[in-house]
């Protein structure tokens, strides 16, 4: 599975896990000259932007590990592009999901709520 | 289990404050933190410890991690917080039961490979522990020796951080004793036979060991003034158990192995001149650290060439040498060190040594002969109590070498009698020797010796000073007290005079 098949991968099951939440998913993979937002998505609070990182094994290190504070940054500065965009009303917060595919194991998945907090 | 908590130590100069070392699991995106007025060094752990954990195969939490050491305001310095710290996260993590770290202490700093490393300090971080309640200490395997002669305190050697975890989870700890390289230490090698001849000065050190009282020694270079000074720790008794505990505490926080056990014999410490201020009195930024006054507690401070060194490095023995203790004041923390040291000096005569030295050659014009000796600090000078002038050996050196005079073991035994003289005079005082008596007390409390009348000779022509009564005074009592008498005679008080004032007979007049 190459880099991005396996990024392709994480975000399809990170998407599937706030289904199952029964979140609506407003966007996936939002682009702009300025980088990419993996999803957007309502759940019954607010509007969530969700950072999404997977990886193959946890040699080096937890995904989480690698959605440093730079990227978080990155993340909201991309959110208030969208937001000029498409206008909403009300609270707006930032999760992040790291997912771990490794061969032969089932994909485990941890989902942080509110990393900007 | 988002929260545990272990135990630890900091030092402040010698004392322990017992230490909280808190974990805390908080959710969120993973980072660690740790809080509670931490050093430098101590902020490394954050890195040390993870690495560490993960090499030993344990899980280190994917989320934000808070550390917390508490208390929060007293300023924490040092590796030596690694174990509890990886400790406390384990337990909260649940990888150990939180139980386990109840009554344990745990002293010392990770490697990335998940070794246990040596720590400074062991032995008055684990007093202070076992004095607030702990049993149970985990500590470094090299240090289990020093860490055993806390009492009250069951100690465990770790040398893997996997040892650590199998001492919390009450498993058996399968591991080789480590290697402990005893420093075969040269026990008291230097006996007073090795050095030829010097009679009276080999008397003066005798009286300088039994009465604790301090010593300088002039003369030309070459005629044993280092070679005495080596052997006064070898005719000084042992200490007695507190005495060891407070100079293996020092040594402990020096860095010093103590695996050998407690320090019993006196410590000797010999700087060179050009020590600073610093390095003679302690010193170091933020917590001050112990410097040669403090490592010579209970023991022997012996400054060679002691014009050669600095006078400000000289005028900082004053407070040392009154007090017996040493107050240094840092940005984080002001600590107190015990300086009860005896003061042994040596210098030459002159810059080319040769100075009042018969048959020989001076070529020290007398002003720099002068200015040499002034060099000396007067105040130190006069905390005095003996002055020998050595002087070189003559024809009958050979003669010497084969029919040297007594061992060390002999006049030590002399000392530990004399010694046992004075504690016996002086139980229920805080002075143990003569050396330490105040004038005053000595005066009032103990009898006077015979024929004092020859110290108002002295004193009127201007060969002694109000204080240089008290310490002939002093060493007379010392005299008696090695003669077995039970008070000074006159011919103690002869003796003590011509040991005060550095007279040989042949400079009668001139000193």
Known sequence: ?117 | MTFARAWSVALVGVEGRLIEVEAYLGGGLPRTVIIGLADASLAEARDRTKAAVLCAGFRWPPQALTVNLSPATLPKTGSHYDLAIVAAVMAALGDVPVDSLEATVLLGELGLDARVRPVRGVLPALLAAADRGLTRAIVPALQVGEASLVEGLSVWGVQTLGEVAAVLRGEPVVSAPPEIAVAARPADSADLRDVVGQAEAKFALEVAAAGRHHLFMTGPPGVGKTLLAERLPGLLPELDLAEALEVSAIHSLTGEPLEAGLIRRPPYADPHHSASIASMVGGGAMVALPGSVSKAHRGVLFLDEAPEFSPKVMEALRVPLESGRITLGRSLATTTYPARFQLVMAANPCPCGRYGVKGAQCHCPPMSVRRYAERLSGPVLDRVDLTQRLLPMRRSYLRAVVGTGEDSRAVAARVLAARERQAHRFRGHFWRTNGEVPGPELRRRYPLPDGVEILDAAVATGRLSARGVDKVLRVSWTLADLDGAERPLAQHLHTALALRCGDDGRNDGRA
């Open chain 1, 1 to 117: 599975m190459s880099g991005q098949e396996l990024g392709q991968r994480g975000e399809d099951l990170a998407a599937a896990h706030l289904t199952r939440l029964g979140w609506r998913l407003v966007c996936r993979n939002w682009r702009c000259p300025r980088g990419e937002i993996d999803i957007i998505a309502v759940d019954d609070q607010a509007l969530v932007f969700c950072e999404v990182k997977t990886r193959a094994g946890l040699g080096y290190g937890d995904p989480l590990e690698a959605i440093t504070y730079a990227k978080v940054t990155k993340l909201r500065e991309l959110a208030s592009y969208w937001l000029q965009t498409n206008p909403v009303r009300g609270a707006v917060r930032f999760d992040a999901i790291g997912v771990v595919i490794e061969r032969g194991c089932e994909p485990r998945l941890s989902h942080v709520r509110g990393v900007t907090t």
